[in-house]
């Protein structure tokens, strides 16, 4: 491992003033630290935050503020969170193991690297990894690959199941830059698609720091997070789906969806949302949905089992969620 130095910051200014060039902020390093011993990431300093100030979990303007160093159990586990976003607390715990949970963090958990097989074999090409060098899953094994948004220089998906639930849920990060200015900045925006720069996969300028995450009021309507995945515990999603589907007289009046394994960032269309609201709860309206989101995915070989998969995960989500409501 190439040698880095190390200094603990003792407040969010003083990090965000510490970090330089080549510097990254470690907290929980459930990322970061297996990346470092396999040299993807090689940083000339790291800037422990994990001390700071930062793991409260608040309400705040009718939601909550959710600091970004609270642990990811820490998060499921919490009174307000089970009762008014079960989806964000079930997406939370189909997550990791319960170790890594205890350590890994808020800010952390959203910023986690894509786990493409070729991303961590340092002997492939990889455009994210080596920006230029080629992109090994396109004509390799892409089973756990992109059906959505991905590009012709990669097609890595995002990881997270919690940042999904977020997507759902309009959750709004908080940043402190150098300098000492804040941004509110929508997590639909944080994230880039790959195009022809998969290296750079947020919106985040150099040095700034996450320091919270905002949720908005629990929007109406009953939640659901259901991960299909290849084994019952530690494992990335294959599909997950994140909704919030509210139904009046057999009408859906509201809908909030996300979706995770299917693409380089925790993906919301507005389309799948626009082809539910105003419909009857059926499985038609269902079915049209599944027509909105899977319009254009395209399928790169091994994992073109994704698209029959998502619409039937999502047919099913939608039926269980308006079960009572029909
Ligand atoms: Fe690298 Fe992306 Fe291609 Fe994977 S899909 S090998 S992360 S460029």
Same mark, same amino acid.
């Given at each position: 491992m190439?040698?880095f130095?190390?200094?603990?910051?003792?407040?969010?200014e003083?990090?965000?003033?510490?970090?330089a !060039?080549?510097a #990254?902020?470690i907290?929980?390093?459930?990322?970061?630290?297996?990346?470092?011993?396999?040299q993807?990431e090689?940083?000339?300093?790291l800037?422990d935050i994990?001390?700071? !100030?930062?793991?409260?979990v608040?309400e =705040? /303007?009718?939601?909550m503020?959710?600091?970004? @160093?609270?642990?990811n159990?820490?998060?499921?586990? =919490?009174?307000?969170?089970?009762? +008014?976003y079960? @989806?964000?607390?079930?997406?939370l715990?189909s997550g990791a193991?319960?170790? $890594?949970r205890?350590?890994?963090?808020?800010?952390?958990?959203?910023l986690?690297?894509t786990?493409?097989?070729?991303?961590?074999d340092?002997?492939?090409?990889?455009?994210?990894?080596?920006?230029g060098?080629?992109?090994n899953?396109?004509?390799?094994?892409n089973?756990?690959?992109?059906?959505l948004?991905?590009s012709?220089?990669?097609?890595?998906? =995002?990881p997270?199941?919690?940042a999904?639930?977020m +997507?759902?849920?309009?959750?709004?990060v908080?940043t402190?830059?150098?300098?000492?200015? +804040?941004?509110?900045?929508?997590?639909g925006?944080?994230?880039r698609?790959?195009?022809?720069t998969?290296?750079?996969?947020?919106? $985040? %300028?150099p040095?700034?720091l996450?320091?919270?995450?905002e949720?908005p009021?629990?929007?109406?309507?009953?939640?659901?997070y259901?991960?299909v995945? /290849?084994r019952?515990?530690?494992a990335? %999603?294959?599909?997950?789906?994140a909704a919030?589907?509210a139904?009046?007289?057999g &009408?859906? &009046?509201?809908?909030?969806?996300?979706f995770?394994?299917?693409a380089?960032?925790?993906?919301?269309?507005?389309?799948?949302?626009?082809?539910l609201?105003?419909?009857?709860?059926?499985t038609a309206?269902?079915e049209?949905a599944?027509d909105a989101?899977l319009?254009d995915?395209?399928?790169?070989?091994h994992?073109?089992? #994704?698209?029959?998969?998502?619409?039937?995960? @999502?047919? %099913?989500? @939608? +039926?269980?969620?308006?079960?009572?409501?029909?």
């Amino acid at each position: 491992m190439k040698t880095f130095s190390y200094a603990r910051a003792d407040s969010p200014e003083a990090a965000v003033e510490a970090i330089a !060039d080549g510097a #990254k902020f470690i907290a929980g390093g459930t990322n970061l630290l297996d990346l470092m011993k396999l040299q993807i990431e090689a940083p000339d300093a790291l800037v422990d935050i994990s001390r700071l !100030d930062l793991a409260q979990v608040e309400e =705040h /303007d009718g939601g909550m503020r959710i600091g970004a @160093l609270v642990p990811n159990s820490d998060l499921a586990a =919490h009174p307000l969170i089970r009762a +008014r976003y079960p @989806l964000l607390s079930r997406a939370l715990l189909s997550g990791a193991s319960a170790q $890594l949970r205890n350590k890994a963090t808020t800010g952390g958990n959203l910023l986690q690297r894509t786990r493409c097989y070729y991303f961590y074999d340092t002997a492939a090409p990889c455009n994210k990894r080596a920006p230029g060098s080629g992109c090994n899953a396109q004509g390799g094994y892409n089973r756990i690959h992109a059906i959505l948004g991905a590009s012709e220089h990669c097609i890595a998906t =995002h990881p997270s199941d919690m940042a999904v639930a977020m +997507r759902a849920l309009d959750a709004v990060v908080v940043t402190l830059q150098p300098g000492g200015d +804040r941004r509110r900045i929508a997590l639909g925006d944080l994230y880039r698609l790959p195009g022809d720069t998969p290296q750079i996969e947020t919106s $985040l %300028a150099p040095g700034e720091l996450i320091t919270h995450i905002e949720l908005p009021a629990s929007p109406a309507g009953k939640q659901l997070y259901r991960k299909v995945r /290849d084994r019952a515990s530690y494992a990335f %999603a294959v599909v997950s789906v994140a909704a919030v589907i509210a139904v009046e007289d057999g &009408t859906i &009046t509201s809908a909030h969806l996300a979706f995770g394994g299917l693409a380089p960032v925790p993906w919301r269309d507005p389309a799948v949302e626009a082809a539910l609201v105003g419909q009857p709860a059926s499985t038609a309206s269902f079915e049209a949905a599944a027509d909105a989101l899977l319009n254009d995915a395209r399928g790169q070989g091994h994992n073109d089992f #994704k698209i029959p998969l998502t619409r039937r995960t @999502l047919v %099913a989500a @939608l +039926r269980d969620l308006t079960e009572a409501a029909r």
